[in-house]
């Protein structure tokens, strides 16, 4: 038999260098299956864990399921994120962005039509063929309690408010002589003041506007700039340091884009009406109105 050593001295120069490119082939070859197992075994493995993180999270919600009898359902947004969802007895929630909205399911009686909500939501109710009413924030600073209806809640800590578009919901809180009810009408805005304890309620002409942000436009129809701002300061809960310098004739129509910053929907305000509005805190000024407007 040949040995190795007289085999590759009987190869001439060119049947060397084939030998040698056959043998760099083979070992390329062979590290690139190396590399594609490792790859694959690498996905795998991805998998399995993707895989057993899903199935470690079902088991721990199931566990928390059949131990407890009930689970915690949680909705949350972050920033210009608006997030429409359908509840278990049908009702629609639309929320806004930097919220949460949370509500918890029975194993025995399923959803008790009891949500909490920190940030802001629209809410467009169906109505209970056996009369339960549906509430919102039971037992917190302004609690709201409804049969079927549309609704914006704002409930942030420092804004407590609710705007009523159609049918009628029962306001709940602790006033200066204790608990409160209040029965709200549509087309009525109540705030509350947790610092005086005081429930303040005014009429909207158009409370639907009030809930804008759902479409990130305020649409505008022939309206000048009082009106307007009007509108945004209630949609972002601000004040206004002067009314005197709202004298405008100017009248626009169109769109209003809105976003998660105020200051920026009302410098392009000031841009659309020719005026310098500011923001300081939750104080608005209007600086100057151009003089063609105010004759």
């Known amino acids: 038999m040949q040995n190795s050593e007289d085999y590759l001295e009987g190869l001439n120069e060119s049947e060397e260098v084939a030998l040698q490119k056959k043998m760099f082939d083979a070992i390329k070859t062979g590290i690139e299956i190396r590399q594609r197992q490792v790859i694959r075994r690498k996905r795998i493995w991805k998998k399995v864990t993707l895989a057993a993180s899903i199935s ?25 994120e608006i997030l429409e969802l359908t509840l278990p007895d049908s009702s629609s929630v639309t929320l806004n962005s930097n919220s949460t909205l949370s509500y918890r399911m029975s194993r025995l009686s399923g959803f008790d039509r009891k949500v909490r909500l920190e940030g802001e ?9 056996e009369g339960n009413t549906f509430e919102v924030n039971e037992g917190g600073d302004l609690g709201v309690t409804v049969l079927g209806t549309k609704f914006n809640v704002k409930s942030s800590g420092l804004v407590e408010k609710v705007t ?24 009525e805005c109540a705030k ?42 209630e ?4 004040t206004l340091d002067d009314a005197g310098t709202l004298q405008s004739g100017t009248a626009v129509s169109g ?41």
């Open 56 to 80: 470690l999270v079902l088991v721990s919600a199931i566990s928390i399921w059949v131990w407890t009898g009930s689970i915690e359902v949680v909705y949350h947004t972050t920033a210009d």
């Open 121 to 129: 939501a629209f809410f467009s109710i169906r109505k209970d063929g």
């Open 164 to 187: 009523l578009m159609e049918g009628s919901v029962l306001l709940g809180y602790e006033g200066k002589n204790g608990v409160s009810e209040h029965l709200m009408t549509p087309g």
């Open 192 to 233: 509350m003041d947790p610092r005086g304890k005081n429930l303040n309620s005014i009429r909207v002409e158009n409370p639907e506007r009030l809930s804008s942000w759902r479409d990130r436009k305020l649409k505008m129809e022939n309206e000048n700039l009082g009106k307007v701002l009007e509108t945004v300061l």
């Open 235 to 238: 949609i972002y809960d601000l």
């Open 255 to 295: 769109s209003l884009p809105l976003s998660d910053r105020p200051e920026v929907v009302l410098e392009n305000l000031g841009i659309l009406f020719g005026t310098s509005i500011t923001l300081n805190g939750s104080k608005v000024t209007i600086a100057h109105i151009k003089q063609s407007e105010t004759n």
